[in-house]
């Protein structure tokens, strides 16, 4: 069997100078190198990966997902800022507010929850070619359910709610993907990046048509630090339809695949049609981001006990930012789950 991938030609596009993390200005982290070292791997064993780019910005329903408001505020900062130019916002709003600003480049603050997701002219276009990447892919899986489908995208998107961005992401790429696969069937998301999945979990938080489980890190000290606690399980109809798993820096394999075996037993329990796995390789104990104490080697077995649910899967790439091993690492889960 032949993995599918379709890749975000236009991801280059969105490359912030740097980012403000923790009141300092450091490097990008989340850059196009991360991609290009995933490709560039993958494009080695053309027997088992079936590569394809996707060069469209199309994407039907977006308005389904993300709020108009959100959507107008990206056409117009995109109008706003020069080639060169690249924006990040200094004043937010907290609580929100009704009436947004007339300064453009304070309108962002309504919406960004950080400062370290920059805006540049083009970071739009390349967030609009990922989500379609994304679409695209999750109607290959309709189209065929054996399939096994991998979206290799940038800017990620599991931090970007309805009407809100921040941690790199700008819309919500598994949400998109979700959304249209809901329409045929129950979906889970199974989020394994380090950090949380605030943005999908607020998308889907009273929802019952997605089921949405996230393994962790910490959030009392890690990002996003103000959502993926444990009684967030959430609510109406979708009580009972959000599951936060916490993990420790500590962990190690062993104590994660004790943890990811409980949010599989936790899927396998539910009504489920289709998978989404947001993938982030973040967890691996090198990365600059994120960092726990798993080994490249581990996300081999996370691939092949995750297949075990015999589900149709769509892998849409989230965070990972050690250049040397991210490639390295997004490989291993592939062929693991290929078996």
């Not at 912030?16 to 995933?38: A, T, V």
């Not at 199309?58 to 408001?69: M, Q, T």
């Not at 009972?240 to 899927?267: M, S, T």
Request: net charge negative.
């Amino acid at each position: 069997m032949k993995i599918e991938v379709y890749f975000s030609v236009y991801h280059t596009l969105h490359n912030p100078p740097f980012e403000l993390s923790r009141g300092k200005q450091q490097e990008y982290f989340e850059n196009p190198q991360r991609l290009k070292n995933i490709l560039k791997i993958l494009e080695q064993d053309p027997e088992v990966f079936e590569i394809h780019p996707n060069f469209s910005t199309n994407v039907p329903n977006i308005k389904e997902v993300h709020s108009e408001k959100l959507l107008k505020f990206y056409a117009e900062i995109s109008k706003y800022l020069s080639d060169d130019d690249y924006h990040i916002p200094d004043t937010f709003a907290v609580p929100k507010i009704s009436l947004l600003p007339e300064d453009i480049t304070k309108r962002s603050g309504y919406f960004c929850f950080d400062s370290a997701t920059p805006i540049t002219r083009r970071t739009f276009s390349a967030s609009l070619n990922a989500a379609s990447t994304v679409v695209k892919a999750a109607r290959k899986i309709l189209t065929d359910k054996n399939k096994i489908v991998y979206a290799a995208v940038r800017p990620p998107g599991h931090h970007a709610g309805k009407d809100y961005f921040g941690g790199y992401c700008y819309l919500n790429n598994s949400a998109l993907g979700a959304h249209v696969l809901s329409k045929k069937g129950r979906v889970a998301i199974l989020d394994i990046d380090y950090h949380h999945g605030n943005g999908t979990q607020e998308i889907f938080f009273d929802s019952d048509r997605v089921f949405f489980v996230s393994l962790h890190a910490n959030p009392a000290y890690a990002f996003p630090y103000f959502w993926g606690y444990p009684e967030e399980i959430g609510e109406g109809p979708g009580e009972g339809w959000n599951l936060n798993i916490v993990l420790e820096d500590d962990a190690d394999n062993r104590a994660y695949l004790q943890k990811l075996g409980y949010a599989l037993d936790a899927i396998s329990k539910k009504d489920i049609d289709y998978l989404i796995i947001s993938l982030g390789v973040d967890t691996l104990f090198s990365d600059p981001v994120g960092g726990m104490m798993l080994t490249e080697h581990i996300f081999e077995e996370m691939g092949r006990e995750i297949s075990k649910l015999k589900l149709p899967t769509l892998i849409v790439q989230e965070g990972g930012y050690d250049l040397t091993q991210v490639g390295k690492c997004v490989l291993n889960f592939l062929t693991g789950f290929l078996g």
